[in-house]
């Protein structure tokens, strides 16, 4: 399956010296983008707890206007707050969304922890609905273990 053969090359960025913070990450998700046909837009976000708010990180797809998240609000929002997966097969039937494009069909999310910390999160939006599996979850919570390693 193609996670297993992106798995090396995450690493591979994330390990490479040259690279600042913010290049390893807008690379991952370059790469992430690039290789998986569903993953549309790709990016992190990052928590301010002072402030209960997700600011954008590096991303890949379409420029996007929301730029500051608060904790709670949309699919990012819930996922600063309960700290788990949220995968979203139809955005469409959420109440608590907040629309980015009108492509978007699908949704995940997976939080960030470093030292048992939510720091942020990977969020992927597919112009596909209900692309997103297990197996999808598993790869992007490794893809998160190997981006902690940056903080």
């Known amino acids: 399956m193609i996670f ?15 690279f600042s913070r913010d290049e390893k990450l807008l690379a991952v998700c370059g790469l992430l983008e690039q ?14 707890h002072e402030t209960k708010t ?7 797809g379409a420029p996007t206007d929301h730029t500051v998240i608060p904790f ?16 979203v097969p139809d955005v469409a039937a959420q109440d608590n969304y907040i629309a980015c494009s ?9 939080p960030l922890f470093v030292n048992g910390e939510n720091i942020g ?6 112009n596909v609905l209900d692309p997103f599996t297990e197996a999808d979850e598993r790869f992007l919570e490794f893809v998160n273990q190997e981006v902690a390693k940056l903080f």
């Open 4 to 18: 297993e053969t992106l798995k090396p090359k995450v690493t591979e960025i994330t390990n490479n010296p040259a």
């Open 35 to 48: 290789n998986i046909a569903y993953y549309t837009w790709v990016g992190f976000y990052f928590a301010n």
């Open 54 to 60: 997700l600011h954008l990180g590096p991303y890949v």
């Open 72 to 87: 709670g609000k949309g699919i990012c929002g819930q996922v600063a707050v309960s700290n788990e997966n949220f995968v």
């Open 102 to 110: 009108f492509t978007v069909k699908s949704e995940i999310v997976v």
């Open 121 to 126: 999160q990977i969020d992927i939006d597919s």
